[in-house]
């Protein structure tokens, strides 16, 4: 078994908790729907990252209303890099699985599919 990374990224039109909250869960519940055997059981740590523009509320928060209480994880505060997208939330999930890199499904929402367009909607 491989620990494997699933990236993801999304924005929120503005820095109130359940704006913030919101727009992660949306994140992480597409996640789980283009990964479908990601269990909670199986993810090593989660990785958030909010631009500077973001500091009502801890992003993590929305996993553990998901249930994922077990699960490590952490915030942090991206480099605030000058022209960059802002109001951006991004995810790093460590999942232990024996899918091939390959087969992992990353996903960018919102403003945030300029980040990765090459990612956006493959299947």
């Known amino acids: 078994m491989s620990v494997r ?3 993801g990224a ?9 704006t913030v909250l919101q727009a992660t869960g949306e994140l992480l519940t597409a996640i789980k729907s283009v990964n479908p055997s990601l269990k909670a059981d ?8 909010v631009t500077p523009d973001i500091n009502s509320v801890y992003p993590a928060r ?3 209303n998901m249930g994922w209480d077990q699960v490590p994880l952490m915030c942090a505060q991206e480099i605030p890099v000058q022209g ?4 951006c939330i991004r995810v790093l999930i460590h999942w232990n699985t024996d899918l091939n890199q390959n087969e992992i499904h990353h996903v960018y929402l919102r403003d945030a599919v300029i980040l990765r367009p090459d990612l956006v909607n493959r299947s």
């Open 5 to 7: 990374g699933i990236r």
């Open 10 to 18: 999304t924005t929120c039109e503005e820095d109130v908790t359940g």
């Open 42 to 49: 199986d993810i090593a740590s989660i990785l958030f990252t």
């Open 62 to 64: 929305a996993a553990r």
């Open 84 to 87: 960059s997208l802002k109001k």
